[in-house]
């Protein structure tokens, strides 16, 4: 079982729409929370971040943490055709020094115009 | 601020020859990562570096990847030899030595195809 599960999509939404992303994990070890966008050729961008259980927004985008169901999620409102990218979820336990992030596997999002 | 550079960008090579990528991380940034994302998956790390000793390698196949930081800033990554399932973008990241929240800022990637 992978550490991180993330539905990969396609998901298509029309522009306007409201957007849901999420992922679950296994390892309760895990502390940091974050959200990256990847548009296509293009490294990883962070999105979001969220170190504790609750809601988080900035913006058009709100991240969402629920530790005790090990569940995570990110939803974009007003979605735009430029918000089509893969949003990967990632995890991070943060033992000093290690800080290596454990990444799902991402959705890929089409906002269509 | 310039962003994380790497290069190639693109690389073709065939089964069993050598390859090395290069990344230069934002300055200041003590801390630098290699993450290997092969295609419709997370980038999976395989190394990381803080200034130029390993702190993790746990994740490189070693008898084939080698990667170092010398004097603490650019790093190469090796693989030697390549096989095809080697055929993925490696990512070079990097970070402040210990920040609050740990922002990874990554490069644009090296795509390998080994044939």
């Known amino acids: 079982q992978k550490e991180v599960e993330q539905d990969p999509g396609p998901l298509s939404v029309p522009e306007g729409a409201i957007v849901s992303l999420n992922c679950t994990y296994s390892?309760?070890?895990?502390?940091?929370f974050m959200w990256y966008r990847q548009y296509s050729r293009k490294g990883p961008e962070l999105l979001m971040y969220t170190y504790s259980s609750g809601n988080k927004e900035d913006g058009r985008f709100t991240a969402q943490v629920d530790k005790s169901s090990k569940y995570i999620s990110l939803f974009i409102r007003d979605s735009q055709p430029s918000d089509s990218a893969t949003y990967l979820c990632a995890m991070l336990i943060g033992d000093t020094g290690r800080r290596a992030l454990t990444f799902g596997s991402g959705t890929r999002l089409q906002v269509q115009p | 601020e310039a962003g994380v550079a790497q290069s190639p960008r693109y690389k073709i090579i065939e089964k069993r020859q050598s390859v090395a990528f290069w990344c230069n991380p934002i300055?200041?940034?003590?801390?630098l990562y290699w993450y290997q994302q092969i295609l419709g998956q997370g980038p999976k790390l395989l190394i990381q570096?803080?200034?130029?000793?390993?702190?993790?390698d746990s994740q490189l196949p070693k008898d084939r990847f080698s990667a170092e930081r010398l004097k603490g800033v650019d790093s190469t990554l090796k693989i030697q030899p390549a096989k095809l399932e080697d055929s993925a973008v490696y990512l070079c990241?990097?970070?402040?030595?210990?920040?609050?929240?740990?922002?990874?800022?990554f490069g644009p990637g090296t795509r390998l195809t080994v044939l």
């Open positions: 390892n309760s070890a895990f502390q940091y």
């Open positions: 990241a990097s970070s402040y030595r210990d920040p609050l929240y740990n922002e990874q800022f």
């Open positions: 570096f803080q200034n130029n000793g390993v702190v993790d």
């Open positions: 300055s200041g940034h003590a801390t």
